[in-house]
């Protein structure tokens, strides 16, 4: 291991190193071989804040303090918290490796940094419900996979007396208005509603700021204004077990009502990444403790899980996620594959909220949250796992389902959501599936399934 000398750093919003020529700092010249400004390209691009990055993680890995401390001081100055998306992002990196440092115990110095200097707390906000509903509005990144979740749903239990929704979302049931007042519209006696929620007990933003029964007291009441029975249940359980208490009570309930003929419809909205994916195997490593992440189809939890789904006969489940990967156990490839995907928040947000607003700043907030998880931790504390969508659709058919395509009406009323909100989003169909685009970059997807 490299030993080095720890010097004090000043705090980070004091440093005024120049930038423009690092090699001419004279009292700490840079080492041989590291990138000036000329092979990165403007310090100011997306690309040098990148490699800046990039450089950073292997110095912090390999317990370079003084590496780490002159890349950060030029961070730093390129990445202030308040300026343009790009450089809020790599700020936001910035903040995540310092809290890595902090956390693995690995360069000391960048750790004292953060406990005598820099305030890494991320003030995620709790949202009441009002609040939260008006926050998943702001853009189409939950409202996309909510529209064209609710139209497939309002079309398969068509005919039904007895709609059993088993409601796998990170945003609180946030879906669910909308749906029951689609449902209020659509059927002239409507169906009675078995509403089943996951009451995870680990905090992932958004944060709400009332328990799931109060929750339920307050969708029963709306769902009744509608002239529609509902009851709610909420099962506590956790990720880290792949929902394994869930889905046996789950069992346990359906097997009690499923000769009544009532319809299950599972609705998995950008939670099921944070269960593990890691596999026990020694097929692709010679250490039979390494996780291996290059075969969904070999036993992990989220295929166990999936397989349990099937196992239940659900009459349709609807998945929904960001279509991106953070999966690798190589740090590098994950920083990359974050600062290539989460630029996209940070862009659209400069086109909907002004700056300083709280709203901005609780958006902001919760994108933090998730750069910090993703670099800062390891292990069952690690749950941004995203996975793209070529990977869900291949854990989907060897759990035994088959993919269903949108019906024209559902892609129209997503299409007549997008109008509604900034040039920039877009709406493309791949195969079965459609997917949520920014800028022609893909951002969230959505798929159908039933039972093969």
């Known amino acids: 291991m490299m030993q080095f000398t720890e010097t004090p750093l000043p705090p980070l919003h004091q440093i005024t190193t120049p ?8 009292s700490r010249p840079w080492p041989a071989g590291f990138p000036t400004s000329k092979s990165l390209g403007s310090f100011g691009d997306a690309n040098c804040m990148e490699q800046l990055l990039v450089h950073c993680v292997n110095a912090i890995e390999s317990n370079d303090a003084t590496l780490s401390q002159q890349i950060l001081w030029v961070l730093n100055n390129i990445a202030p918290p308040d300026g343009d998306s790009n450089q809020r992002l790599a700020c936001a990196f910035l903040r995540a490796l310092i809290a890595r440092a902090a956390r693995t115990g690995t360069c000391k ?20 419900i009002i609040e939260l509903a008006s926050f998943v509005d702001l853009t189409p990144w939950h409202r996309f996979g909510y529209t064209a979740a609710n139209a497939a749903i309002l079309e398969a239990v068509e005919g039904y007396v007895v709609v059993h929704i088993v409601d796998l979302s990170l945003t609180h049931c946030m879906q669910i208005p909308t749906l029951i007042d689609a449902i209020a519209n659509r059927f002239e006696v409507p169906p009675l509603i078995k509403l089943t929620v996951a009451g995870a007990i680990e905090d992932v933003p958004p944060l709400l700021d009332l328990s799931y029964e109060e929750l339920g007291s307050k969708l029963v009441n709306f769902a009744r204004s509608r002239n529609v029975i509902m009851e709610f249940r909420v099962i506590p359980s956790s990720y880290a077990d792949g929902f394994s208490s869930f889905i046996e009570q789950l069992r346990v309930q359906h097997l009690v009502y499923a000769e009544s003929g009532e ?26 403790n390494t996780y291996s992440y290059e075969s969904p189809s070999i036993s992990s939890f989220r295929s166990m899980f999936l397989k349990s789904l099937r196992s239940l006969d659900p009459t349709l489940v609807v998945l ?39 709203q901005r700043q609780w958006y902001e907030a919760d994108i933090s949250w998730k750069i910090e998880n993703v670099i800062a931790h390891e292990g069952l504390q690690r749950v941004e796992r995203l996975e793209p969508k070529c990977r869900w659709i291949q854990r989907m058919r060897n759990a035994n389902f088959r993919g269903i395509s949108f019906a024209e009406d559902a892609i129209s009323e997503v299409k007549t959501m997008l109008d509604e909100h ?11 599936d459609i997917v949520l685009t920014w800028k022609g970059h893909n951002v969230v997807f959505a798929s159908a399934w039933l039972p093969a």
């Open 109 to 128: 110095l960048l750790a004292s940094m953060e406990s005598a200097h820099f305030n890494l707390a991320i003030d995620t906000h709790k949202f009441s």
């Open 19 to 26: 930038i423009s020529n690092p090699t001419m700092n004279k």
């Open 320 to 358: 929904v996620d960001e279509d991106a990967d953070f999966t690798s156990n190589n740090l590098v490839s994950r920083l990359k594959s974050a600062f290539n995907y989460l630029w996209i928040p940070y862009d659209t947000v400069d086109t909907f909220l002004p700056r300083g607003s709280l």
């Open 263 to 288: 319809a299950l419809v599972i609705n998995c909205h950008m939670m099921l990444h944070c269960i593990p994916e890691e596999t026990l195997s020694g097929i692709h490593s010679t250490n039979s």
């Open 422 to 432: 900034a040039a920039g989003w877009g709406l493309k169909k791949e195969d079965d």
